[in-house]
């Protein structure tokens, strides 16, 4: 049974354990006084738990807070009282309910009795999540139809302890069990040896990279902090604590909630039931089915009996199989006529032939004669946002990965193509930066490793094989597909090998860009990638860090 305070909100000790497991602790590690809770409470739904609903703020402001917030330590709430809330006046405030009542009669009957989905993709909240683990932010950003930001482990370093206590989740699954002081154990001395390297590291890169004369210390330093951090997240369990910010249309909240209360995990299903606590303030209306029982609770029990039986199901056609040995990167399917198709297609909408007549026709063409339509096709791409149209989705790419969890972080954000990934385990190894070896960092690097290893197979051996997952290193690798047209692989290839890139992610696209045109052949479509950058980049940051400082000294 949930502990419930007043309107079904989680009450203070049961949200703290949701995130810290630890009882008796604030949920948000920090306090607010009366002028400060005066300040804050017109524009957020609640000041104590982790979950929140920004209101009565333009949608400028919102957004800004949340581009703040993915490279701040601060919460969202502190960053707004530091940052906006003297910039934000009496005039700025919205007001949203004019007309609720009668909007929400209206919404209630047209969805009800024309059952029109396509309503609830027009109103939509702001919201944030604070304390999300780094396997629940992966749930919470899996939609394609909403726009996140998360706490970046570039620009954050996971050096402070809210209340004595390193920044990770113990799940509530360890409760009552001998793994959970084992888990905390293993855990806190992953943070304290990632803690004691931050500042050596930074050293290793200072000596590898003195300043250039030409760069302010602020560049350097940020340069070299975001190196540094790049190299040490590898230890950072898969438990860190997380802030993600969400702009969403009720129809994309309503899938994302029944997706996560069907969730094995509990922490997934409890910020579920936080995040319907707070929409429900905000967009109450495009939220009626979620917990109905002939509805959202069917559908929740739909998702959560298939994915058991398939789990059980597959162990008995999958038992006793090694997976066999693979690249990083592995091009496993593509369309030998993708550029045949990709002209034609670009003639479409230029001709009056149907579809099939235009594709025989490019199918006879000379070489040359496809090439030149190609080309016009794609014209005078200056950057990498100049990209050619919707006949570079006739053809496409499906890539099988196999990198380290941190990679995996940012390139499944990439959400517009079709991603799946598989359980984070230690069975496929990790990934080693050399600079750890060369900075003295190894024996401490490995004994992380080796503990994570030990801690994730107790846990599987102890039929907790959920949550496991938690305790994984983000150097380890996880094993992914992703599946994409070429122009959303234009837009993936050409963004993630960018020279700011951290290593690991530049290196598993610059390889799907050699496949696309060596092993698919379609040179064509890989040499309309102009903007893939190949080089090898020492200081990823310093160059997007001088430009950042050229744009505020202009502004």
């Known amino acids: 049974m949930n502990q419930r305070g007043e309107e079904g909100r989680l009450t203070e000790p049961r949200a703290a354990r949701l995130l810290y497991g630890?009882?008796?602790?604030?949920?948000?590690?920090?306090?607010?006084?009366?002028?400060?809770?005066?300040?804050?409470?017109?524009?957020?739904?609640?000041?104590?738990?982790?979950?929140?609903a920004l209101t009565n703020l333009p949608d400028v402001v919102k957004g800004a807070l949340f581009a703040r917030y993915s490279r701040s330590a601060k919460s969202l709430r502190r960053l707004f009282l530091d940052e906006f809330a003297d910039k934000v006046s009496d005039a700025d405030r919205q007001t949203p309910d004019v007309g609720v009542e009668r909007a929400e009669r209206l919404y209630t009957r047209v969805f009800h009795e024309y059952g029109d989905d396509s309503v609830a993709q027009l109103g939509g909240a702001h919201i944030a999540c604070e304390g999300a683990s780094n396997l629940l932010t992966k749930v919470l950003e899996r939609g394609r139809l909403a726009a996140y930001l998360e706490q970046s482990t570039r620009y954050v370093p996971y050096i402070d302890r809210p209340q004595g206590h390193w920044k990770y989740l113990i799940p509530e699954e360890l409760n009552g069990t001998p793994l959970r002081a084992r888990y905390i154990r293993t855990l806190d001395r992953a943070f304290e040896i990632y803690t004691r390297w931050i500042e050596p590291m930074q050293d290793y890169y200072k000596d590898r990279h003195p300043k250039d004369p030409k760069d302010s210390d602020g560049v350097y330093r940020a340069a070299i902090r975001a190196k540094a951090l790049d190299t040490l997240r590898g230890l950072l369990p898969a438990a860190t604590q997380s802030n993600v910010g969400i702009f969403g249309s009720g129809q994309a909240y309503e899938s994302l909630l029944l997706q996560m209360r069907a969730h094995p995990l509990t922490e997934m299903r409890r910020y579920a039931e936080m995040m319907l606590v707070e929409l429900r303030k905000v967009i109450p209306a495009f939220l009626t089915r979620v917990d109905l029982p002939d509805?959202?609770?069917?559908?929740?029990?739909?998702?959560?009996?298939?994915?058991?039986?398939?789990?059980?199901?597959?162990?008995?056609?999958?038992?006793?199989?090694?997976?066999?040995?693979?690249?990083?990167?592995?091009?496993?399917?593509?369309?030998?006529?993708?550029?045949?198709?990709?002209?034609?297609?670009?003639?479409?909408?230029?001709?009056?032939?149907?579809?099939?007549?235009?594709?025989?026709?490019?199918?006879?063409?000379?070489?040359?004669?496809?090439?030149?339509?190609?080309?016009?096709?794609?014209?005078?791409?200056?950057?990498?946002?100049?990209?050619?149209?919707?006949?570079?989705?006739?053809?496409?790419?499906?890539?099988?990965?196999?990198?380290?969890?941190?990679?995996?972080?940012?390139?499944?954000?990439?959400?517009?193509?079709?991603?799946?990934?598989?359980?984070?385990?230690?069975?496929?190894?990790?990934?080693?930066?050399?600079?750890?070896?060369?900075?003295?960092?190894?024996?401490?690097?490995?004994?992380?490793?080796?503990?994570?290893?030990?801690?994730?197979?107790?846990?599987?051996?102890?039929?907790?094989?959920?949550?496991?997952?938690?305790?994984?290193?983000?150097?380890?690798?996880?094993?992914?597909?992703?599946?994409?047209?070429?122009?959303?692989?234009?837009?993936?290839?050409?963004?993630?090998?960018?020279?700011?890139?951290?290593?690991?992610?530049?290196?598993?696209?610059?390889?799907?860009?050699?496949?696309?045109a060596e092993e698919a052949g379609h040179r064509a479509i890989a040499a309309a990638m102009r903007f893939v950058d190949h080089s090898v980049v020492d200081l990823e940051r310093l160059q997007a860090e001088r430009a950042s400082e050229k744009k505020r000294l202009q502004s």
Not at 28 to 50: G, M, Q, V
Not at 481 to 492: D, G, I, L, P, Q
């Open 22 to 52: 630890v009882p008796n602790e604030s949920p948000s590690a920090e306090s607010f006084t009366p002028e400060e809770r005066r300040l804050l409470e017109p524009y957020f739904t609640n000041l104590d738990e982790p979950v929140f």
């Open 295 to 516: 509805r959202g609770v069917l559908w929740s029990d739909y998702l959560s009996t298939t994915q058991t039986d398939l789990r059980q199901t597959s162990m008995a056609v999958l038992a006793n199989i090694d997976p066999q040995p693979r690249d990083e990167v592995s091009l496993v399917d593509f369309d030998p006529d993708g550029e045949v198709k990709v002209v034609a297609a670009a003639l479409y909408a230029v001709s009056n032939l149907p579809d099939c007549q235009l594709l025989a026709m490019a199918r006879q063409m000379p070489a040359n004669e496809r090439a030149s339509i190609l080309k016009a096709y794609i014209g005078a791409r200056t950057n990498r946002r100049h990209k050619p149209g919707r006949a570079f989705e006739r053809t496409g790419y499906r890539f099988d990965v196999l990198t380290d969890y941190g990679a995996f972080r940012d390139l499944q954000r990439h959400r517009l193509l079709s991603i799946e990934w598989q359980d984070l385990t230690t069975d496929h190894g990790f990934n080693e930066p050399a600079a750890i070896e060369e900075a003295g960092a190894l024996a401490d690097w490995r004994q992380v490793m080796e503990s994570s290893v030990e801690l994730h197979e107790a846990l599987r051996k102890a039929t907790l094989g959920a949550v496991a997952p938690y305790a994984v290193a983000m150097a380890y690798r996880i094993r992914f597909y992703m599946h994409m047209n070429a122009r959303e692989a234009m837009h993936v290839i050409e963004l993630r090998s960018a020279p700011q890139g951290h290593p690991a992610y530049r290196r598993v696209c610059q390889a799907m860009h050699r496949l696309i």
